[in-house]
């Protein structure tokens, strides 16, 4: 079991990629996933000590804690703060020092105040370099040396060595500069982030005999009754009690128009109170609720990454190990095959490498680039369950819908009743009532529905009832066996009924055996299925189709209206699985499938995508939580804004791999042969590192255009 922890004092991501791999090699651990943009871990152990001495070892500044699900406390690392202000004095003092310096540098030069010069630009290197030179000490005293720290301190008292002591001071104080700016960059990100998710309500106002007390949602059971005043968020989901008004629950579904909250209505933990006030009766736990659910998904997403992380990860291993052992040939064999070049001329050119050789640009920007996207995509009400999940979804080429409840509306009405020789309307209507009865099947609530307007009252004392999946129902009374559904349970029964050539859904009725006749209920689609399908098209998904339990002539007017690729109709729930994998075989060339499902029965073809996405609203919880992505606001137009935010986010983690990798391979370069020196290595490892974080913070911004 995933066990989730923050991360405090953990500021460097090369670190945290060296620290995932470590404990990746802890025998009792069976899987570690280590994030610096969320500062936390995900691990799987049954030995946690082990665990906690090893990064003590290697990172012992860090502290653990450990976050339950469904707490209210955030499942983010504290973000540790930055002293601009502390900073810009720091460097200002040793800029001023290294100026001082730069100005006397000649002139006092082989003078007896020579001494004083050297000891204002030692000042301005230790001043600015005190950080560096700390945790340097810190890292050689854990056995480790390749260390960004480490490796800057070498090459710069390497480069006062060799008297490029105006060159070493200097970068030291870039250095600085760009750690500061790197920080600020990342820490904005991160909390950009953090607002856009950190939905959760902080108190609820509980009602108790002495009046209004506040407390913690934590504190609530079901069954008590709080006070959500205007302005406020509701704490826990509940019954309104008493009053009236209107809800965000734009943080819930991504959807923007308020919705109408009065007596009798459900409401939803950490939606926002736009009006009045309201009483609410509790019926779940704050863990129970909505929203921490949703917490908790987007929180753990960190767990599952993608495979371009993971490779990332793996690169910055071997990267900085290549990149010193390349200085050090550097430095020691051009010497010995060139004689036209001088020792120190090689070991500069090595320390430049040196200041080049830590993968930050990277193993920064890649997991935030990742985190922004799942970001954005909650803040549209989609809940994506992992970077790797950003990546399949950039891929697809194919995409499979349910028809009830995911293209339409699910809210059926009867639109015929025929009822067979010896039986009435209003028999065939109460018999199929009382089968259908004890199901949430939108169907058979349209069925009770009729009934209900019709006043026709059915047995209630049902001795006997099964449900059969992508059939029907069997249902028995003391005197009656019905069977309502549709054909297939028809012939699994050998009962011999009509054959309906209607449009709509129909619903057969057998009574002891006999064919009593049959019902059809009307859906429609949702207003946004066609967009929907319009906008899969236009960013690259080839092919688009339907699989129904269904009957062959309702699904037909639904492909057709929405011109879908293909469709299968009146399929059982493997059925719907076999037909998937035959279509899978024969997309895995051109890309991956993904299945949009909502009900029970779509639970096995929703495991079995490559991308299982769920809606959310109407969804069964099987489904949500067998999903992928989750589509909170149930608009099939979510699941192209889905594979818009993916292919959006690859392409910024793209960007920032590429860019980096050039700019250092072109100064690697440009170092070993001599035509970049200390500054240009500077720029290459720390500009580029800010550049790539400054992009990463784009993916942000998707769901304000995740529009295609």
């Not at 890649?366 to 909650?378: E, Q, T």
Request: glycine share 8%; charged share 20%.
């Amino acid at each position: 079991m995933l066990t989730k922890y923050t991360l405090s004092e953990l500021d460097c991501a090369d670190c945290a990629a060296r620290m995932e791999n470590h404990v990746k090699k802890i025998p009792s651990v069976r899987h570690v996933s280590v994030d610096f943009a969320s500062l936390s871990m995900h691990i799987d152990t049954d030995d946690m000590t082990s665990v906690t001495n090893e990064i003590r070892k290697i990172e012992p500044e860090i502290i653990l804690c450990e976050v339950k699900n469904g707490s209210i406390k955030s499942g983010f690392g504290r973000i540790k703060d930055i002293d601009v202000k502390h900073e810009i004095v720091v460097i200002a003092s040793a800029s001023l020092l290294f100026v001082i310096h730069l100005l006397f540098e000649n002139r006092l030069n082989r003078t007896p105040y020579m001494t004083g010069e050297i000891l204002v630009v030692l000042s301005a290197y230790l001043l600015a370099g005190k950080n560096v030179l700390i945790n340097a000490a810190r890292t050689i005293k854990t056995g480790r040396i390749f260390d960004e720290n480490v490796l800057m301190v070498i090459a710069t008292v390497g480069a006062f060595a060799i008297h490029a002591v105006s060159e070493a001071t200097g970068v030291m104080i870039f250095f600085r500069i760009g750690e500061l700016f790197q920080g600020i960059s990342v820490n904005r990100s991160r909390r950009s982030i953090r607002a856009l998710l950190e939905i959760r309500p902080k108190h609820a106002n509980l009602l108790t005999k002495n009046g209004i007390v506040r407390t913690s949602p934590e504190n609530i059971v079901p069954g008590n009754m709080f006070v959500v005043k205007a302005g406020e968020k509701i704490p826990v989901d509940g019954i309104v009690a008493d009053g009236s008004s209107f809800v965000n629950v734009s943080a819930i579904t991504g959807e923007s128009t308020p919705v109408a909250a009065n007596k009798g209505d459900s409401v939803l933990a950490g939606s926002i109170n736009s009006a009045g006030m309201l009483t609410v009766t509790a019926t779940r736990h704050y863990y129970e609720s909505s929203i921490a659910q949703i917490m908790d998904l987007v929180e753990n997403a960190a767990a599952k990454k993608a495979s371009t992380e993971q490779f990332i990860s793996r690169f910055a291993l071997y990267y900085t190990p290549a990149v010193v052992v390349l200085a050090l040939c550097t430095a020691f064999i051009p010497p010995f095959v060139l004689h036209d070049r001088t020792f120190s001329v090689w070991l500069y050119r090595a320390l430049v490498l040196l200041v080049i050789s830590c993968p930050c640009a990277l193993v920064i920007s890649v997991p935030l680039g990742y985190f922004g996207g799942i970001g954005a995509a909650s803040r549209r009400g989609i809940l994506i369950k992992g970077s790797n999940v950003l990546d399949a979804l950039a891929s697809l080429k194919t995409v499979v819908f349910d028809k009830t409840g995911t293209l339409t509306k699910g809210k059926f009405g009867i639109n015929e009743i025929k009822a067979a020789d010896g039986f009435t309307d209003n028999e065939l209507l109460a018999y199929a009532t009382l089968a259908e009865s004890r199901s949430n099947h939108p169907i058979a609530l349209s069925i009770v529905n009729e009934a209900a307007k019709r006043y026709i009252s059915a047995p209630s004392d049902i001795t006997r009832y099964e449900e059969i999946p992508g059939a029907g129902v069997k249902a028995s009374c003391p005197s009656h066996e019905i069977i309502a559904g549709n054909d297939a349970i028809m012939h699994m029964e050998h009962v011999k009924h009509d054959t309906c050539l209607t449009g709509g859904t129909v619903v057969h009725v057998a009574v002891d055996g006999k064919y009593a006749g049959y019902m059809t209920a009307g859906d429609v689609l949702k207003n946004d299925s066609w967009e929907a399908i319009e906008k899969l098209r236009k960013n690259g998904i080839e092919k688009i189709g339907m699989l129904t339990g269904d009957n062959s002539n309702a699904a037909e007017e639904v492909a057709a209206e929405l011109n879908l690729d293909f469709y299968h109709a009146g399929l059982f729930p493997e059925d719907k699985i076999r037909i998937f994998e035959s279509l899978e075989v024969g997309s895995k060339k051109h890309g991956r499938t993904a299945f949009v499902g909502d009900g029970i029965n779509d639970s096995p073809v929703i495991a079995r995508a490559d991308v299982g996405i769920a809606m959310g609203k109407l969804g069964s919880d099987a489904a949500i939580e067998t999903a992928d992505v989750v589509i909170m606001n149930d608009r099939p137009e979510g699941v192209a804004e889905a594979v818009i935010i993916g292919k959006k986010t690859r392409a910024i983690v793209w960007q920032n791999i590429v860019f980096a990798l050039l700019v250092k391979t072109i100064f690697i370069s440009l170092g070993t042969a001599g035509l970049a020196g200390m500054w240009e290595a500077v720029f290459a490892d720390v500009g580029t590192a800010i550049l790539a974080i400054l992009n990463s913070t784009r993916a942000l911004h998707f769901g304000n255009c995740a529009t295609g």
